[in-house]
């Protein structure tokens, strides 16, 4: 059978750091398929769609409300018929709120951890299970450099999302090695919030050198048989200082 070329789910690749995937990983490997995860970007979506697909890059959108954890595995298979099978979840969608500790309601924190964590954790076991069978998978998950190693005050739900989505990480790559690596990518300030963190995102990398640096890390753990469990800070050494 001939090889389609590796199969890549990107979930929240209407924007931000998921949109430069697409660009990114799309001028390196022509051979690369996307199923492009959307919610509230259609619009951002089917632009994406249609700029790779005049360089030859197949591409299929799919939306889907990841807080509807529920029905995340009929999610899963969904995905998975329009091509076929997954090679490649990228967990990249999170939700980035601040709210003062003694103010988060329930409702505040089950969203958090429901977008940011247990959608992530349910996605990979779900397409991770095929992947298992074909022997052969990468999961790579988006958490967050500062975030997860200093913290930061009025951002408690989000941290803790972050930091369980490392640790889920480090467990998954125990529980589905040899066939499938999991990794994490933690960028530090790289792209402006589009929401009210003005104070926090006072100085943020917004060049072309640091989403360079994403994509190529996402190649290298899409490419690479031998590195598993791992995070890989792209933060310019922030999260030293």
């Not at 959307?38 to 990841?66: C, H, M, T, W």
């Not at 069978?133 to 200093?150: E, H, L, P, Q």
């Not at 190529?216 to 690479?224: A, D, G, H, I, R």
Request: hydrophobic share 35%; aromatic share 8%.
């Amino acid at each position: 059978m001939k090889d389609i070329g590796k199969i890549i789910l990107i979930t929240g690749s209407g924007k931000r750091i998921g949109k430069e995937l697409v660009l990114g990983l799309s001028k390196i490997d022509k051979n690369y398929k996307f199923i492009l995860h959307y919610n509230n970007s259609s619009k951002e979506v089917q632009s994406l769609i249609n700029k790779i697909r005049k360089d030859g890059i197949s591409a299929k959108p799919i939306k889907f409300n990841l807080l509807e954890t529920e029905k995340i595995e009929s999610f899963a298979h969904e995905a998975e018929k329009l091509y076929g099978r997954i090679d490649v979840l990228i967990n990249n969608a999170s939700i980035f709120k601040a709210k003062k500790f003694n103010k988060i309601s329930n409702k505040d924190l089950d969203e958090m951890i429901d977008v940011n964590l247990k959608a992530p954790f349910l996605l990979s076991k779900f397409i991770s299970s095929q992947m298992v069978k074909r022997k052969n998978g990468k999961i790579i998950n988006f958490t967050d450099s500062i975030g997860v190693t200093k913290t930061w005050k009025d951002y408690s739900h989000y941290c803790i999302s972050k930091g369980g989505l490392e640790t889920m990480t480090k467990v998954m790559s125990l529980e589905l090695a040899p066939y499938v690596q999991v990794n994490s990518i933690a960028p530090g300030k790289i792209l402006k919030p589009i929401n009210s963190s003005k104070n926090l995102y006072n100085n943020f990398y917004n060049s072309n050198d640091a989403i360079n640096d994403i994509v190529n890390t996402v190649y290298l753990l899409v490419e690479s048989k031998f590195i598993n469990g791992e995070s890989f800070k792209v933060d310019n050494g922030e999260s030293l200082t």
